[in-house]
C-alpha cells in the first residue's frame, strides 16, 4: 500500500518540475491535484494502518517518517492554497518521494510496546513531526530565498526571478514557518521530558526508556535543533532577516533530518521503539 502514494508523489514532482521550467499554468494545476491524489492515498494507507493497530503509525521510526512526509505533503498544500503560488512545488516533493521510499522498502507494522500506552507518547510525537514538517517547509522557503538573492545581487534577473516569489514574501513565509515549528517542537520537548520522567519510574521496565539522558544523541539533536529555532526566532527580534534567517532555517533542518533518519535508526539507544 505505501508504493501508491510513492508513485503519485513521484508523478507530481514530474509534474513540478515541468511546471517550474514551463510556468505552464496548466501542468501547475496537474501537479497540485497528483499531490492532492497521493495525500488523499497517504492518509488511507495510514488509516488502514490505524484501524489494523490500534493506534496510530507513529511508534517506529519508519512509520513515524512516513507520518512525517503525509504532514509535510498536507501542509504544503494548505500553503500553496493560501498563497495561489506552486514554484515551490519542485522543491518539497522531492523530498517527499525520497523519505517514502524509506517506507516503501520497509513496509512492515512494527508492534507497539506497551510502554508507549501513554496519551503523552502520542501528543510528543505528533508535536515533533508537526514542527519537523513546518522546519521543512521553512528550509525549502529558504533555499529558494538564497537563490533569488544571489540572481537580484549579480543583476541577472532571469531564470528563478521570473519563478518565485519575491523576496519579502519568501522572507515573511520563512518567519511563520519557523515560528509555527518553534511552538510545536516546544511543545514537543516538553511533553516528551514529562513523558520520560513518568515512564521512567512507572510499572513497566524498559532498558530504552531508561536511557533517556542528554547523553543519547536523538536527545541531544532534538534539544540543539530547538536551540537553532529559538536562537533564529531571538536573532529576527534583532533584525536578522533575509539571507541569515534563510541559513538558520537550512542548518535547522539540516540537523532535523540528520536526527530523524540517521541517528533513528543506528546511533539512538533510547528511540527505537518498533516491535
Known amino acids: 500500500m505505501n508504493t501508491i502514494p510513492l508513485l503519485l508523489y513521484l508523478a507530481a514532482g514530474i509534474l513540478y518540475a515541468v511546471h517550474f521550467s514551463t510556468r505552464s499554468a496548466t501542468v501547475g494545476r496537474a501537479g497540485t491535484a497528483v499531490l492532492a491524489s497521493g ?36 501542509a504544503y498544500l494548505c500553503m500553496e492554497m493560501t498563497t495561489e503560488e506552486r514554484a515551490l512545488g519542485v522543491f518539497i516533493v522531492p523530498l517527499l518521494v525520497a523519505l517514502q521510499l524509506i517506507r516503501a522498502l520497509n513496509p512492515v507494522m ?21 514542527a519537523y514538517a513546518s522546519f521543512a517547509l521553512a528550509c525549502v522557503i529558504g533555499i529558494t530565498y538564497v537563490l533569488l538573492f ?15 516569489p519575491s523576496l519579502d514574501s519568501l522572507d515573511l513565509m520563512n518567519a511563520r514557518t519557523v515560528t509555527l515549528g518553534w511552538v510545536f517542537l516546544t511543545v514537543g520537548v516538553v511533553v516528551g521530558a514529562v513523558w520520560a520522567a513518568e515512564a521512567k519510574s512507572g510499572p513497566i521496565y524498559d532498558p530504552r526508556v531508561q536511557a533517556m539522558s542528554l547523553a543519547d544523541p536523538k536527545i541531544l539533536g532534538a534539544v540543539v535543533c530547538w536551540a537553532i529555532y529559538t536562537f533564529a526566532l531571538y536573532t529576527r527580534r534583532l533584525g536578522w532577516g533575509g539571507k541569515r534567517a534563510a541559513y538558520l532555517s537550512a542548518l535547522g533542518f539540516a540537523i532535523v533530518l540528520f536526527n530523524f533518519v540517521p541517528i533513528g535508526y543506528f546511533l539512538t539507544r533510547s528511540h527505537n521503539f518498533g516491535g
Not at 40 to 68: K, N, W
Not at 118 to 124: E, I, M, N, P, R
Open 39 to 74: 495525500s488523499l492515498a497517504h492518509t488511507f494507507v495510514i488509516g488502514m494502518q490505524t484501524m489494523a493497530a490500534g493506534h496510530v503509525p507513529i511508534a517506529g521510526t519508519t512509520q513515524a517518517i512516513s507520518t512525517f512526509v503525509w504532514l509535510l505533503a498536507v
Open 110 to 130: 512494527e508492534r507497539r510496546v506497551p510502554i508507549l500506552e501513554s496519551a503523552w507518547f502520542g501528543v510528543h510525537v505528533a508535536s515533533l513531526l508537526f
Open 150 to 164: 544571489k540572481e537580484i545581487k549579480a543583476k541577472h534577473l532571469g531564470f528563478f526571478y521570473k519563478r518565485l
